[in-house]
Structures are given as structure tokens and as C-alpha cells.
């Protein structure tokens, strides 16, 4: 894979935002490269949430 000018990204997904299946989107530009964090705290204690997936297997999917 390339990088790719953030510029030319915005360029391509505001010419193509048209297409039933855009090659890039405004919205996955808004959260690619943005750290992300994720609170579950409520719905564990509130509705007896329980994730499936670990953390490590989670990073490690995202290795992959």
C-alpha cells in the first residue's frame, strides 16, 4: 500500500462521494488516523455487557 497526500484523499472522496461504492469515504477520512477510545464501563455495569474479544486478540487482528 502508498501513502497518500491527505489533500488528494479529500479531493478523491468529495469527486466520488456520488458512487454507490466510493474508493474512499469523508467519513473514514474523519476517523482514519484519529486515536480512539472506547469506555464500556456503563453498558458492564449497566446491562452485563461482557466482551467476546480480549485486548491482545484484538490488537492482534489489527496487525493483520
Do not use: C, F
Amino acid at each position: 500500500m502508498r501513502d497518500v497526500p491527505l489533500w488528494l484523499a479529500r479531493l478523491v472522496a468529495g469527486a466520488t462521494s456520488w458512487m454507490k461504492h466510493p474508493p474512499v469515504t469523508r467519513t473514514a477520512l474523519a476517523l482514519v488516523g484519529h486515536e480512539v477510545t472506547v469506555d464500556d464501563t456503563k453498558a458492564r455495569r449497566d446491562l452485563g455487557y461482557r466482551g467476546t474479544t480480549t485486548i491482545d486478540a484484538g490488537l492482534a487482528q489489527m496487525k493483520n
